[in-house]
């Protein structure tokens, strides 16, 4: 039941659930008004905010300029895990409380669709596909196509996810490596898997998953000079962020043959942040890609959780209780 005496608003900059009916339940009944908007921008997130005492944001930016201008702004919550579109350091001086959902929530889902994007890349399952639908009926169609047991299937980074992929991966046969500086080595091997530096994983992997964060650091690891270290046989999976990978780069490594073939399920661009998208990125036309809609988190569960999440941070945050998953120490930003 909506009430009338509202506590105050919370603006949802922007979702592509349909609806948002799980939302309103939580932020209604809990005395808040909400407003749902499609922010495409940060100056559409400023416009549609100003009111805001909370923010709820699927792919729109909330960086610095939003943050200072959502003067009655207390908490930014994320729906799902990475909070690059937020600029933390500046919310955490204006003791803004970040959430975000953690890992758990769609884990599986974006193991399985790594290891889906493993298997239909080096099967070439979408070419097949393709030719036999045109009426082409020939297993030469995929050449050439390679055993996966035995071969080295590589990681970069070692967290959760990454560990559930390796689990899923062991039971094909290959040699699972990972790189992650941030793991003890001990622990990786515990695991069944071999710590490897960055610079064996690139040259040594047939498959090779990138499931790292988005940071400064990370953005573009993979350029032309980090592709052109790959195997020719490599395929490169991305079921992390888009950016991670130099979308020009990988273009000229797949056309000219530096590697065997990607599978991604992000683009640099990142389409869903666009008003009015359309498809000319040039990977789009490569027969040695295959590209999903940033899809590996979704299941039905997965996407209730994170909403769930997101609104009842939101909330616990402006009643004044503790964030349950807080991205940053609003506390220590307004003693700094």
Same mark, same amino acid.
Not at 217 to 240: C, E, G, P, S
């Given at each position: $039941? ?5 506590? !105050?608003?919370?603006? =949802?900059?922007?979702?592509?659930? @349909?609806?948002?009916?799980?939302? *309103? ?23 549609? !905010?100003?009111?805001?005492? /909370? ?7 909330? /960086? ?20 690059? =579109? ?48 045109? @009426? ?5 169609? /995929? ?5 996966? *047991? ?8 070692? !967290? ?9 991966? &062991?039971?094909?046969?290959? +040699? ?8 003890? +080595?001990? %622990?990786?091997?515990? *695991? ?18 990138? &499931? ?5 650091? #990370? ?6 000079? #980090?592709?052109?270290? $790959? ?12 950016? =991670?990978? +130099? ?13 065997? /073939? ?38 039905? %569960? ?10 009842? +941070? ?5 009643? @004044? ?9 609003? $506390?220590? !930003?307004?003693?700094?």
């Amino acid at each position: $039941m909506t009430r009338t005496d509202s506590n !105050g608003t919370i603006l =949802i900059a922007d979702f592509d659930f @349909g609806d948002v009916d799980i939302e *309103r339940a939580i932020i209604e009944d809990a005395g808040f008004r909400l407003v749902a908007a499609q922010c495409k921008s940060e100056d559409e997130v400023i416009e549609k !905010g100003r009111d805001a005492d /909370g923010v709820l944001t699927q792919y729109a930016r909330v /960086g610095s300029r939003a943050i200072d201008a959502l003067t009655r702004c207390r908490v930014i919550a994320r729906y799902g895990t990475g909070v690059d =579109i937020v600029d933390v350091d500046a919310a955490t001086r204006r003791g803004v409380q970040v959430t975000n959902a953690p890992n758990e929530w769609c884990a599986e889902e974006v193991a399985d669709h790594a290891v889906a994007l493993w298997l239909a890349a080096a099967r070439k399952i979408c070419p097949y596909d393709r030719a036999t639908r045109q @009426g082409e009926w020939h297993w030469k169609t /995929g050449r050439p196509i390679w055993r996966l *047991r035995g071969r080295v299937f590589g990681l970069l980074s070692f !967290g959760a996810i990454a560990r559930l992929i390796a689990e899923r991966a &062991q039971a094909f046969g290959v +040699e699972v490596w990972a790189c992650d500086p941030f793991i003890d +080595e001990a %622990e990786i091997r515990s *695991r069944g898997v071999r710590p490897v530096s960055f610079d064996d994983l690139v040259e040594g992997a047939d498959y090779l998953v990138v &499931q790292s964060p988005l940071t400064p650091q #990370t953005h573009h690891t993979f350029d032309r000079a #980090t592709l052109r270290r $790959m195997k020719r046989t490599a395929i490169l999976v991305n079921t992390a962020r888009g950016p =991670i990978v +130099e979308d020009a780069a990988l273009h000229q490594a797949l056309a000219e043959g530096w590697i065997a /073939g990607a599978a991604l399920d992000d683009l640099e661009e990142e389409p869903a942040k666009q008003r009015d998208w359309r498809p000319r990125n040039p990977l789009l036309e490569l027969p040695n890609t295959i590209i999903t809609p940033h899809a590996a988190y979704y299941s039905q %569960e997965a996407v209730r959780t994170v909403r769930r999440i997101a609104a009842e +941070e939101a909330v616990r945050v402006l009643t @004044g209780r503790p964030a349950r998953f807080p991205v940053n120490d609003v $506390m220590a !930003g307004s003693q700094s």
